[in-house]
């Protein structure tokens, strides 16, 4: 049984840590129905299990701030000049 695109996208989510609760549900009952997608998954979490070795490094919160900053100058100019 082949896939379509949100199928294949949700297997992704799923693999990269991002799916919800409900998504995990629907990919578990996906995987279990679905040989195509059961594949996918397995190649999925192959291919992607590297990047769990890489640790996460926290932004710098003065990084942050001025991120958050630049946003907001960015969305005012935008809005004046929308006007």
Sequence with gaps: MTMNHDQTRLLFD???GIASQQEIHQTEKLIRSNADA???F????E???PLKAIQDDPCP???V???YE???HAKKQDQE???
């Design 42 to 45: 397995s190649k999925l979490q």
């Design 14 to 16: 799923r693999v990269v």
């Design 65 to 67: 701030k001025a991120t």
């Design 38 to 40: 059961a594949r996918v």
């Design 81 to 83: 000049e929308t006007r």
């Design 70 to 72: 630049r946003l907001g």
């Design 47 to 49: 291919a992607l299990a």
């Design 61 to 63: 919160k003065h990084l």
